[in-house]
């Protein structure tokens, strides 16, 4: 398994579930803030992908 | 000022169950009766460690001559027992020519933190804190 952005996901969900489980009591504001990390870990990790393209390497 | 025999035993139990906590990730919070906090810790950590293992990282041991390796061997301890077990067992010699060697890296190192975090957390539940 070497696709970057699969390794990413998994990443992004591990690091996501624990943090979500860990700061938030509910279980409603669990999913919310676990979809919100998971997305923002996801997302920033695309822009900031495309933004280093055109970077020689 | 001396401290009370309650209190004593206050801070006992807390280390123990900082210690439980740290060895057996979840372990804290299934002990403060805090199940489905305790269960998903007690999967997901364990489980992202094994990841990083399966990616062919490696599970760093103390050097104190490359302090970047001595700091990454002490994020590792991070996940307790399973650091240990893993060892024994013959895993984690990890393969630097692999592609994922990185990616596995950085799977037991947030692993072994995250459970660091899981541990405070736990004392935090403890004391009253949360």
Known sequence: MASHLLLLVVFSFFVSLVFAVLTKDDVREQIRFGVLLFGGFVCSAVVLGWLMYPIPL | MRATAAEETQTGGLVL???????????????????????????ALPA????????????FSF??????????????????????AAGALGYGAGQVRAVTFEYGNA????????????????????????
């Open chain 2, 63 to 84: 050097d104190l001559s490359e302090p970047l390796a001595a700091l990454a061997a002490l994020a590792d301890l991070g996940i307790g027992v399973t650091y240990f």
């Open chain 2, 107 to 130: 799977f037991l190192i947030v692993a072994g933190l995250l459970n660091s975090l899981v541990v405070i957390d736990a004392c935090d539940i403890a004391k009253g804190r949360k």
């Open chain 2, 17 to 43: 169950l900082a210690l439980a906590s740290w060895a057996v990730p979840g372990a804290g919070h299934l002990w403060l009766g805090r199940r489905s906090k305790g269960l998903v810790f007690l999967i």
């Open chain 2, 48 to 59: 992202m460690f094994a990841f990083g293992l399966a990616l062919s990282g490696r599970i």
